[in-house]
T-cell receptor, first 111, second 115 residues
């Protein structure tokens, strides 16, 4: 099983829709998670960090389900500017760690 | 302004040629990383360095080499042994790589293509 798995998509949604996608992880020692947003041929940029049960920032909500070992990202009132690839990366809470990314989920929001 | 600088933005390699991608950071970060990204794929770790004069292989190190002679610099050489080098290469750094809330800072990437 891969350490991090994401549905590659693409998720095609109309403007204003609510969309959610999951990131599953295999290492139960993972304690925190990062969601990065990446535009085509650009560097990833940190969207949100998730340390406990969840986090909310405007239209974006991340929730962590430790029992089922997945973290989700929900986008409300999606905008065409949200079109991008969303990468998930888990972290353990001890020691040096190289950040391992999922393949990313591609989102396309049409006007 | 502090940040990570990758150069060049575009690089072309001839068959059998070694090429070196530059990565410089002025964030005073100890840890640095190199990732490779293929179209429609996520980031795969090539090499990483926790501290000066030390580096470790990542998941796809074959055909690549690195050095970490200075804290601010972590160049990546794509050797002729790498048979499929065409990809987008991203350099990143973090303060230590240890803290739970520690995010990565990325450079803007280098697109390498084979002629």
């Amino acid at each position: 099983r891969k350490e991090v798995e994401q549905d590659p998509g693409p998720f095609n949604v109309p403007e204003g829709a609510t969309v959610a996608f999951n990131c599953t992880y295999s290492n139960s020692a993972s304690q925190s998670f990062f969601w990065y947003r990446q535009d085509c041929r650009k560097e990833p940029k940190l969207l949100m960090s998730v340390y406990s049960s969840g986090n909310e920032d405007g239209r974006f909500t991340a929730q962590l389900n430790k029992a089922s070992q997945y973290v989700s990202l929900l986008i409300r009132d999606s905008q065409p500017s949200d079109s991008a690839t969303y990468l998930c990366a888990p972290r353990r809470n001890t020691g040096f760690q190289k950040l391992v990314f999922g393949t990313g989920t591609r989102l396309l929001v049409s006007p | 302004d502090g940040g990570i600088t990758q150069s060049p933005k575009y690089l072309f390699r001839k068959e059998g040629q070694n090429v070196t991608l530059s990565c410089e950071q002025n964030l005073n970060h100890d840890a640095m990383y190199w990732y490779r990204q293929d179209p429609g794929q996520g980031l795969r770790l090539i090499y990483y360095s926790q501290i000066v004069n030390d580096f470790q292989k990542g998941d796809i190190a074959e055909g690549y080499s690195v050095s970490r002679e200075k804290k601010e610099s972590f160049p990546l050489t794509v050797t002729s042994a790498q048979k499929n080098p065409t990809a987008f290469y991203l350099c990143a750094s973090s303060p230590t790589g240890v803290q739970t809330n520690e995010k990565l800072f990325f450079g803007s990437g280098t697109q390498l293509s084979v002629l």
